[in-house]
């Protein structure tokens, strides 16, 4: 089974600087999709970056960046420039491909609760 | 606009009392999916469905049922809610599950309450 770990319950920087926060991944399939979503106080769920497992390049969407390492099962978001508005709950997810061709459920880790300061 | 709608956003009921949390999604999707939402267990699928007329268990589906009788709808009913049932719930919905790099797009979300 495949399981994602997000060990950053909460993490803090300081508005325009960068930030990373970590996930790392277990799966024993070859074929998978990793994404990231934001979730702001308002509740929503808000698709960030995609990364596949096969893309030999780090996913990259605006100031939102992977540092996807294979090897080490770890799929980290990058925040550039982080802003008052970026303050929210991050997620972890992954899919993975079967060797019968179908997709197995989206599988969420805790989160990580990013706070930007002033 | 292209969006998975969920209603009510709040609920407060009491135990035992049958509630129906209503999903619609206007993307034509095939997948469609319901996850709860509590603190530190990250989002949990209650259920899902490939298609019409299709659905499945996810890993917590005690509790409730769904049903998918037309594309757009999924429809989450607790018919005897209980406290432990208090969470945020999500519906979600993607272009089609065996799509890889398919992301869910997600509902604004409910937040019951049971007391």
């Known amino acids: 089974a495949q399981k994602i770990t997000q060990t950053q319950p909460g993490m803090f920087v300081q508005e325009k600087e960068a930030v990373t926060l970590d996930c790392t991944y277990d799966t024993s399939d070859q074929s998978y999709g990793l994404f990231w979503y934001k979730q702001p106080s308002s509740g929503e769920m808000i698709f960030l970056i995609y990364?596949?497992?096969?893309?030999?390049q780090n996913a990259t969407e605006g100031r939102y960046s992977l540092n996807f390492q294979k090897a080490r099962k770890s799929a980290n978001l990058v925040i550039s420039a982080s802003q008052l508005g970026d303050s929210a709950m991050y997620f972890c997810?992954?899919?993975?491909?079967?060797?019968?061709?179908?997709?197995?459920?989206?599988?969420f880790g805790s989160g990580t609760q990013l706070t930007v300061l002033p | 606009e292209a969006q998975v709608t969920q209603n009510p956003r709040y609920l407060i009921t009491v135990t035992g009392k049958k509630l129906t949390v209503t999903c619609s999604q206007n993307m034509n999707h095939e997948y469609m999916s319901w996850y709860r939402q509590d603190p530190g267990l990250g989002l949990r699928q209650i259920y899902y469905?490939?298609?019409?007329?299709?659905?499945d268990k996810g890993d917590v589906p005690e509790g409730y049922k769904v049903s998918r009788k037309e594309k757009r709808n999924f429809p989450l009913i607790l018919e005897s809610p209980s406290p432990n049932q208090t969470s945020l719930y999500f519906c979600?919905?993607?272009?089609?599950?065996?799509?890889?790099?398919?992301?869910?797009?997600f509902g604004n979300g409910t937040r019951l309450t049971v007391t």
């Open positions: 979600a919905s993607s272009l089609s599950q065996g799509l890889i790099n398919s992301p869910l797009h």
């Open positions: 997810a992954m899919r993975v491909l079967t060797r019968s061709g179908s997709a197995r459920q989206l599988t």
């Open positions: 469905s490939m298609n019409v007329e299709v659905t």
């Open positions: 990364q596949g497992s096969y893309d030999e």
